[in-house]
């Protein structure tokens, strides 16, 4: 179910959710809060020194589930996804590239993130 052909057809936003968090937060505070998102995102998936491959396994996974409950809460669906396919998947060669696509989605996210601005 969680796998890299299923990322692709995931939407890259939730709109519902998203128009939700709008109408309630008002879209600055949004704004503000995506932007925290993505401060605390690159800190921890984007360091060099991350090596899932020498992380336990249960450690790696539940940072995946956290940041996968972070991403759905604001309305990121495909970057959700992406950091359910590295908490559903075994640890190994395939981890890497759903560590790769989630930095890929990650980008593009961020990128229709400013466009709403």
Not at 13 to 27: A, F, P, V
Not at 89 to 100: A, F, I
Request: charged share 25%; hydrophobic share 45%; net charge negative.
């Amino acid at each position: 179910m969680y796998t890299q052909s299923a990322l692709l057809d995931q939407p890259l936003i939730d709109e519902d959710q998203w128009g939700r968090l709008q109408s309630e937060l008002g879209s600055e505070m949004l704004q503000e809060f995506a932007q925290e998102f993505f401060e605390e995102t690159r800190e921890l998936w984007f360091d060099a020194a991350l090596n899932p491959l020498g992380m336990e396994e249960k450690a790696f996974k539940s940072m995946a589930h956290r940041s996968a409950g972070a991403a759905g809460t604001i309305g990121f669906k495909r970057l959700r996804f992406a950091f359910l396919c590295m908490e559903h998947n075994p640890l190994g060669e395939s981890t890497m590239t759903y560590v790769q696509s989630m930095r890929a989605v990650f980008e593009d996210t961020a990128a229709w993130v400013n466009s709403q601005a």
